[in-house]
Nanobody, 119 residues
Framework: QVQLQESGGGWVQAGGSLRLSCAASKSIISTNVMGWYRQAPGKQRELVATITSGDSTNYADSVKGRFTISRDNAKKTVYLQMNSLKPEDTAVYYC?????????????WGQGTLVTVSS
């Protein structure tokens, strides 16, 4: 069962924009911190941005001023608006959530969505 479902990835030219969405399934009762991580080929997974249930945000230095994270608590959905995309933003983007499922509090991960930025 997919507990975090991402959408919105794809191909874009440098300078373009994409918007990622991630919706938590009904098996996730509530979420605290939600966020996005990414993993480029041959590199480790890294933090992109996080947002708390109170809308406090945190960004990696490499995306500050270009990416915006937001969330809709009622829909248990987190978004990542990516502007001024660069080829180095190419990666698989993973949704992440700290939340409560039927078996208690734990981390949840999405399956990933590929973002490709061409020069």
């Amino acid at each position: 069962q997919v507990q975090l479902q991402e959408s919105g990835g794809g191909w874009v030219q440098a300078g373009g924009s994409l918007r990622l969405s991630c919706a938590a399934s009904k098996s996730i009762i509530s979420t605290n911190v939600m966020g996005w991580y990414r993993q480029a080929p041959g590199k480790q997974r890294e933090l992109v941005a996080t947002i708390t249930s109170g809308d406090s945000t945190n960004y990696a230095d490499s995306v500050k001023g270009r990416f915006t994270i937001s969330r809709d608590n009622a829909k248990k959905t987190v978004y990542l608006q990516m502007n001024s995309l660069k080829p180095e933003d190419t990666a698989v983007y993973y949704c992440h959530a700290d939340g409560r499922g039927f078996l208690g509090f734990r981390e949840f991960w999405g399956q990933g969505t590929l973002v490709t930025v061409s020069s």
